[in-house]
């Protein structure tokens, strides 16, 4: 055994297991402290040498299914978390981590029915709760995932991620104060957070609150300046207020960190179509037809409004 870079707890161990190769607890302690310590493989290879061992040990099971998981060896994480929860179901980690890897599998019934027993054996699992709530999104039952993100959000009202899903699924409903509240809330938990932004903006600007969703759709921009659709929106804005040059700054701005967006190129020469600058609004389109494969409109738009300029 190498002490290379190791840990002393680890060096430790393995001196241990030298003088007493056949204590079964001292390599059981190995076996979990080269886990906890990131060598997944040295702890793959003594779990499962206890596995042989112990074959109906559920942590031994539980550890190894971790082990896979963080290997992304999902067949194999499903496996032994299945084993574990087969020898101990009414332990609430394992049924999560059995469901968690139905989910990222996509077997989306049997992850909700896991998720289902996951929180009836712990109804505080905020995690559990989320991730049901995705996949009842997905499947279009948009009344229990409100349930469970709301769920998620009173026993973790930290977590961004369950806000911006519940806000989203008020937004449907109409109950737009609501969903704007959640999103204010982020934005005060996770000022970075681009995308809660943007909905403010989109809900404000829905609501003929133009001034206001504009300074959201910048701030929007300054956090994520990749986002076409936040400039797109702000182009949008300084057209309707008849100033083009605006408008066309916006995009030219987007198309620094977009360089070979096509739809850009795209917007921007419509303005350019507008204002009468026919080689401009011609040299966008091309470069749109360039960038074809991120078009969001048939190509054959592009080639007949190409065809007209020329006429």
């Known amino acids: 055994m190498n002490d290379t870079k190791k840990p002393e707890i680890l060096n430790e161990l393995?001196?241990?297991i030298q003088k007493n190769p056949s204590d079964i607890k001292i390599r059981a302690s190995y076996a979990e402290a080269l886990l906890y310590e990131g060598f997944l493989d040295e702890s793959l290879e003594q779990h499962l040498q206890l596995f042989r061992i112990f074959p109906k040990n559920e942590e031994v099971c539980y550890n190894i299914g971790i082990i896979y998981e963080k290997q992304k060896k999902i067949d194999n994480a499903l496996n032994y978390y299945e084993k574990a929860v087969s020898f101990c179901p009414d332990d609430p980690d394992f049924r999560y981590s059995l469901a968690f890897m139905l989910d990222k599998k996509g077997e989306?019934?049997?992850?909700?029915?896991?998720y289902k027993k996951t929180i009836v054996l712990d109804n505080e699992d905020s995690n559990a709760h989320f991730n049901l709530g995705c996949l009842y999104v997905k499947k279009k039952l948009s009344e229990l995932a409100k349930k469970h993100?709301?769920?998620?959000?009173?026993?973790n009202p930290e977590d961004v991620y369950a806000r911006f899903n519940?806000?989203?699924?008020y937004k449907k409903e109409g109950k737009i104060q609501n969903a704007l509240q959640q999103y204010h809330k982020i934005t005060e938990l996770s000022p970075d957070y681009s995308w809660a932004y943007y909905n403010i903006g989109c809900i404000l600007y829905e609501q003929g609150n133009i001034d206001k969703a504009e300074s959201f759709f910048k701030k929007t921009t300054e956090l994520n300046p990749k986002d076409v659709e936040a400039f797109k929106v702000l182009s949008d804005i300084a057209i309707a207020k008849n100033n083009h040059e605006s408008a066309i700054n916006y995009l030219e701005t987007a198309l620094i960190q977009n360089p070979e967006n096509g739809n850009i190129h795209y917007?921007?020469?419509k303005i350019y179509k507008k204002i009468n600058e026919t080689e401009d609004a011609l040299f966008h389109l091309n470069k749109a037809l360039q960038n074809k494969g991120t078009l969001s409109m048939a190509e054959e738009i592009i080639v007949r409004e190409l065809e007209e300029l020329k006429k």
């Open 14 to 16: 393995e001196k241990l």
């Open 267 to 269: 917007y921007i020469a």
């Open 166 to 169: 519940l806000a989203f699924e």
């Open 149 to 155: 993100f709301e769920a998620a959000v009173k026993l």
């Open 108 to 114: 989306i019934d049997r992850a909700i029915e896991e």
